[in-house]
């Protein structure tokens, strides 16, 4: 029986040129806050790492801050533009309905910690945010608001959403966008979207897993959430991990994929799935969408059900939402897309990556009968 994996919107394999880097920087010495020989070449090598990844994502180097992860970058944007906004007396933060739980769980802190008044965007049943209901809120109540978190594409669905609208509207108040989906699979520029900060992570588009990048504007400077050496701009103290992040920009330099070929391989999953299970619905079927996700709901099926099921027939796929102490929750996405609690929990994310192949798909578009016919006889049971 095959091995299928269909979860690369959670983590993807390495790829070559991101493991040979990296395994070449791991047995080089160095600390690059040293001034002495080996601390400077280690410097020198995290610099060249910091262009490269400043010239694929069309910022300068001085943008690039590195951090731990994507939930990192999200956390250090939001919070900090927070704190710097409210210093000027703005006290609101606009988030959009659908962003990822590393938006909205420090959205939700800010207000209960501090004084924070959250809003959120909501989506239309096509998972676009509604840029009328952001304007009328900007004309209404501008100069309140210290932050607009609106992500580039979505995790579950795949959807891109009108980031560079979001800017127009937004005027000077700062916007922040949490790009980890989109860097590598749709075309992306930090400088022709305006945004003041946006969010990256590795693991997504062929690298190492555990960093990432905050991109923020030479000219703000916000307060840190870790303190200590002052590396990083003096916004994120930590002795740089080098071996990771010139593992990160080799997978940032490197193809990661054709994402035309992946839309045709994506394509050929959708159109063999509707026609085994024809009540299946994809979400977002009608929005501009990421090449590599696909979000489905099966009527009548419990997507944890799906999951194991699917797992035992060897593919790996996802709920798409987050679990609590193991219970899947309804995705927050698909409810603010419209769904019942019932249908958002009837879907799964399925999502291709550049190791991906037409076999894969149609292994799982097979299998896929038999799951649903368990799955709704599980789900009456
Ligand atoms: N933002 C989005 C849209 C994501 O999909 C993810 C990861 O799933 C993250 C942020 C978090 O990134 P990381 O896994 O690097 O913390």
């Given at each position: 029986m095959p091995s299928i994996y269909l979860d690369h919107a959670a983590t993807t394999p390495m790829v070559e040129e991101a493991l040979i880097a990296m395994t070449a920087q791991l047995a080089r010495l160095g600390?690059?806050?040293?001034?002495h020989t080996h601390g400077r070449a280690t410097r020198k090598t995290l610099e060249d790492a910091r262009e490269v990844i400043a010239k694929e994502v069309g910022?300068?180097?001085?943008e690039v801050i590195f951090t731990a992860s994507g939930t990192e970058a999200n956390n250090t944007a939001l919070k900090g533009l927070y704190w710097q906004g409210r210093d000027n007396g703005r006290h609101v933060v606009v988030i959009s309905a659908i962003e990822h739980h590393a938006i909205v769980d420090p959205a939700h802190w800010l207000q209960e910690h501090e004084g924070a008044e959250v809003i959120a965007i909501p989506v239309n049943t096509d998972g676009v945010i509604e840029l009328e209901f952001l304007k009328e809120l900007v004309a209404a109540r501008g100069n309140e608001i210290a932050v607009i978190s609106v992500m580039h594409?979505?995790?579950?669905?795949g959807v891109i959403q009108p980031v560079r609208a979001v800017v127009e509207i937004a005027g000077d108040i700062p916007v922040h966008t949490d790009a980890v989906q989109s860097f590598k699979k749709t075309p992306l520029s930090f400088n022709e979207l305006g945004v003041y900060a946006m969010s990256l992570s590795a693991h997504k588009i062929g690298g190492p897993l555990g960093i990432g990048a905050l991109i923020l504007r030479r000219t703000i400077e916000i307060p840190a959430l870790l303190h200590g050496?002052?590396?990083?701009?003096?916004?994120r103290s930590g002795t740089l991990n080098a071996p990771s992040i010139v593992g990160f920009a080799a997978a940032a330099h490197?193809?990661?994929?054709?994402a035309k070929q992946v839309a045709a391989l994506r394509d050929s999953f959708i159109a063999g799935l509707v026609t085994h299970i024809p009540d299946a619905t994809i979400n977002g079927l009608a929005s501009d969408r990421l090449p590599g996700i696909v979000n489905v709901t099966f009527p009548g099926t419990q997507s944890d059900t799906l999951l194991l099921l699917m797992d035992g027939q060897k593919v790996s796929c996802s709920t798409g939402s987050a679990c609590s102490a193991g219970v899947h929750e309804a995705s927050h996405v698909l409810l603010a897309m419209g769904h019942t609690h019932v249908t958002a929990q009837s879907s799964l994310r399925f999502s291709f990556g550049a190791t991906s192949t037409y076999a894969d798909c149609d292994y799982a578009v097979s299998v896929l009968p038999d799951v649903i016919t368990r799955g709704r006889a599980a789900n009456l049971s």
């Amino acid at each position: 029986m095959p091995s299928i994996y269909l979860d690369h919107a959670a983590t993807t394999p390495m790829v070559e040129e991101a493991l040979i880097a990296m395994t070449a920087q791991l047995a080089r010495l160095g600390n690059p806050s040293s001034l002495h020989t080996h601390g400077r070449a280690t410097r020198k090598t995290l610099e060249d790492a910091r262009e490269v990844i400043a010239k694929e994502v069309g910022c300068l180097p001085s943008e690039v801050i590195f951090t731990a992860s994507g939930t990192e970058a999200n956390n250090t944007a939001l919070k900090g533009l927070y704190w710097q906004g409210r210093d000027n007396g703005r006290h609101v933060v606009v988030i959009s309905a659908i962003e990822h739980h590393a938006i909205v769980d420090p959205a939700h802190w800010l207000q209960e910690h501090e004084g924070a008044e959250v809003i959120a965007i909501p989506v239309n049943t096509d998972g676009v945010i509604e840029l009328e209901f952001l304007k009328e809120l900007v004309a209404a109540r501008g100069n309140e608001i210290a932050v607009i978190s609106v992500m580039h594409a979505n995790n579950e669905t795949g959807v891109i959403q009108p980031v560079r609208a979001v800017v127009e509207i937004a005027g000077d108040i700062p916007v922040h966008t949490d790009a980890v989906q989109s860097f590598k699979k749709t075309p992306l520029s930090f400088n022709e979207l305006g945004v003041y900060a946006m969010s990256l992570s590795a693991h997504k588009i062929g690298g190492p897993l555990g960093i990432g990048a905050l991109i923020l504007r030479r000219t703000i400077e916000i307060p840190a959430l870790l303190h200590g050496g002052g590396q990083e701009r003096e916004i994120r103290s930590g002795t740089l991990n080098a071996p990771s992040i010139v593992g990160f920009a080799a997978a940032a330099h490197s193809k990661y994929y054709d994402a035309k070929q992946v839309a045709a391989l994506r394509d050929s999953f959708i159109a063999g799935l509707v026609t085994h299970i024809p009540d299946a619905t994809i979400n977002g079927l009608a929005s501009d969408r990421l090449p590599g996700i696909v979000n489905v709901t099966f009527p009548g099926t419990q997507s944890d059900t799906l999951l194991l099921l699917m797992d035992g027939q060897k593919v790996s796929c996802s709920t798409g939402s987050a679990c609590s102490a193991g219970v899947h929750e309804a995705s927050h996405v698909l409810l603010a897309m419209g769904h019942t609690h019932v249908t958002a929990q009837s879907s799964l994310r399925f999502s291709f990556g550049a190791t991906s192949t037409y076999a894969d798909c149609d292994y799982a578009v097979s299998v896929l009968p038999d799951v649903i016919t368990r799955g709704r006889a599980a789900n009456l049971s």
